[in-house]
T-cell receptor, first 113, second 111 residues
Framework: KAGVTQTPRYLIKTRGQQVTLSCSPI?????VSWYQQTPGQGLQFLFE???????NKGNFPGRFSGRQFSNSRSEMNVSTLELGDSALYLC????????????FGPGTRLTVL | DQQVKQNSPSLSVQEGRISILNCDYT??????FLWYKKYPAEGPTFLIS?????DKNEDGRFTVFLNKSAKHLSLHIVPSQPGDSAVYFC??????????FGTGTRLTIIP
């Protein structure tokens, strides 16, 4: 069974630009969560999608948004990039949610210059 | 407000000995706890979990202990192997999808 895939793996943007990251969950998994990892804040929950609906949301500004498609693939978007958005963005796939184990992808390393 | 804390940023253990990684939490509403291992340039890999109704869960070389009264959990790895060198994160949730992670402990196994 293929694991969680994230594209692109690396991305360099400049301040003010916007970026879209993609995540394909494990086949059969319907829930996708997104996390941001930075050296200062560690791993922080962004949001979670299930059946194309945002079900949970972390404490991030509205510049961070996401969506999920009918095939469970998910995208997250960050608009008006700031230097502090430089981070590793991780996507986690789980069957339906709750205490189902979350399986992480390799992440997208975003650098904002 | 760091609800899940790993107070040791790093730990070095001799190969073959026991590694003990610790994690403390402040929110008594957490009812499910997990440990993940992370190598550089990879996403976290799930290791083991425990529900709040248990105080121990074992899977091969990995055992997680939960002390609810102390709001403390620990991960024991025995025997430690060189491939165990990685950053270990503990995480907790309320039975929903939002995982709250600790800051991680870098474990180095010395051959």
């Amino acid at each position: 069974k293929a694991g969680v895939t994230q594209t692109p793996r690396y991305l360099i943007k400049t301040r003010g630009q916007q970026v879209t990251l993609s995540c394909s969950p494990i086949s059969g998994h319907r829930s996708v969560s997104w996390y941001q990892q930075t050296p200062g804040q560690g791993l922080q929950f962004l949001f979670e999608y299930f059946s194309e609906t945002q079900r949970n949301k972390g404490n991030f500004p509205g510049r961070f948004s996401g969506r999920q498609f009918s095939n469970s693939r998910s995208e997250m978007n960050v608009s008006t990039l700031e230097l502090g958005d430089s981070a590793l963005y991780l996507c986690a796939s789980h069957y339906q949610g709750g205490t189902d184990t979350q399986y992480f992808g390799p992440g997208t390393r975003l650098t904002v210059l | 407000d760091q609800q899940v804390k790993q107070n040791s940023p790093s730990l070095s253990v001799q190969e073959g000995r026991i590694s003990i990684l610790n994690c403390d939490y402040t929110n008594s509403m957490f009812d499910y706890f997990l440990w993940y291992k992370k190598y550089p340039a990879e996403g976290p890999t799930f290791l083991i979990s425990i529900s709040s109704i248990k105080d121990k869960n074992e899977d091969g070389r990995f055992t997680v202990f939960l002390n609810k009264s102390a709001k403390h959990l620990s991960l024991h790895i025995v025997p430690s192997q060189p491939g165990d060198s990685a950053v270990y994160f503990c995480a907790a949730n309320f039975g929903n999808e939002k995982l709250t992670f600790g800051t991680g402990t870098r474990l180095t196994i010395i051959p």
